[in-house]
């Protein structure tokens, strides 16, 4: 299969589904919303930047939605060091220092989450140990 027309289609499928959602009433779309959502979160943590961009788009108070850790959308980006989704924190304006600062169950906020060293599988996205430390700290310093 050809790659650009399988994101081409799935970014419109996301389009499609997400316009039936804000059909429903605005009460039955916050109790979607005000849920801990698999689907953001899976979004956030496999770097699918595209698709939050068409959520936060439709539906800015997305941002607010929390999950069972009290991790944002940016939280679990930095955890997972996805650079795409975390840069949508800019695009939000003065409120990304209230998202920034907001602390977890663990009393760790964004900055506590990016001095942790990332998950394996994107460290070994850079081989290199001097590499890796390198990419770490250009996190920490974000």
């Known amino acids: ?4 027309l399988m994101q081409t289609l799935a970014h419109q499928l996301v389009e499609d589904l997400w316009r039936e959602v804000l059909q ?3 009460l039955k779309i916050s109790e979607l919303m005000g849920q801990p959502s698999k689907l953001l979160f899976d979004a956030a943590e496999l770097g699918n930047v595209e698709f939050l961009i068409v959520l936060i788009r439709s539906y800015p108070d997305i941002i607010w939605t929390l999950d069972e850790s009290n991790h944002s ?14 840069n949508l924190i800019y695009e939000i304006g003065a409120i990304k220092d209230l998202i920034a600062f ?6 760790n906020n964004m900055l ?3 001095a942790k060293l990332a998950p394996s599988s994107r460290l070994n996205i850079i081989s290199g140990a001097a590499l890796q430390m390198q990419r770490e700290l250009l996190w920490f310093k974000e």
């Open 1 to 4: 299969y050809n790659k650009g």
């Open 24 to 26: 429903l009433q605005p």
């Open 73 to 86: 959308l940016f939280h679990v980006a930095v955890q997972h060091r996805h650079e795409s989704v975390f």
């Open 102 to 107: 907001c602390i977890d169950k663990k009393k």
């Open 112 to 114: 506590h989450l990016a």
